[in-house]
């Protein structure tokens, strides 16, 4: 399955109208509500975070050349880093548990983070005022994966894994359950996604989608 990191927002601090850059989580500004977006805002906490901030810088600084967020040059790097130093001023907190995260959204007066399709669902299904958006910058995302060793011992069974992963019920709980999309697209709309679940799970949105490189010479 795959998905993207997308901008999750109290719809009431935003007055309904969705943010449509995620300077909103980088920059201190007055959101709709009247008040400051400063500790009201959350980032995660772990290292792709730096790709969100050179995906911002790739936008909005283009003199600094950046082609692709997760390869840097070294004044790329400190760049991302800068930024990512000045938006301490406007977190809250660091978040890296999904559910701390849900219950800091619905107890905790926050208004707008980095987030996973996962928790936007489960707190529009309890009825909270949220929703998410792909702002104009794009976002970053991932894609999980299953490799077959190539010594494996028992490669029967690998590929009998392989083709389970597959089947319509496993895509399409899965789905349905992290709120990401199918990687077959058939699958959309069956077992228990509805049937604009991958709509909703962004599948539109794919070409916005800065993958994740898992490769050491990214690091």
Not at 41 to 61: C, E, R, S, T
């Amino acid at each position: 399955m795959w998905g993207s990191n997308v901008l999750m927002y109290n719809t009431e601090a935003f007055g309904n109208t969705a943010p449509t850059s995620w300077n909103v989580v980088f920059e201190e500004q007055t959101l709709a509500d009247g008040k400051s977006n400063k500790g009201r805002v959350q980032a995660f906490d772990g290292p792709i975070h730096i790709a969100d901030a050179a995906l911002y810088l790739m936008f909005h600084n283009p003199e600094l050349g950046i082609k692709d967020p997760y390869e840097l040059t070294e004044d790329q790097y400190n760049a991302a880093l800068d930024l990512l130093r000045q938006q301490r001023d406007v977190v809250g907190r660091y978040w890296h548990d999904a559910f701390i995260q849900i219950d800091d959204f619905t107890n905790e007066g926050f208004v707008a983070s980095g987030s996973w399709p996962f928790q936007v669902n489960l707190l529009v299904g309890a009825e909270q005022p949220i929703s998410s958006v792909i702002p104009q910058e794009g976002a970053t995302g991932w894609a999980d994966t299953t490799l077959v060793h190539v010594d494996a011992a028992h490669p029967n069974c690998s590929y009998l894994w392989m083709e389970h992963q597959l089947s319509s019920n496993l895509q399409s709980d899965l789905g349905a359950w992290f709120g990401a999309v199918p990687v077959v697209p058939s699958k959309c709309g069956t077992g228990l996604m509805g049937p604009d679940s991958c709509q909703i799970n962004g599948i539109d949105n794919f070409d916005k989608i800065h993958f994740l490189e898992n490769t050491s010479s990214k690091l």
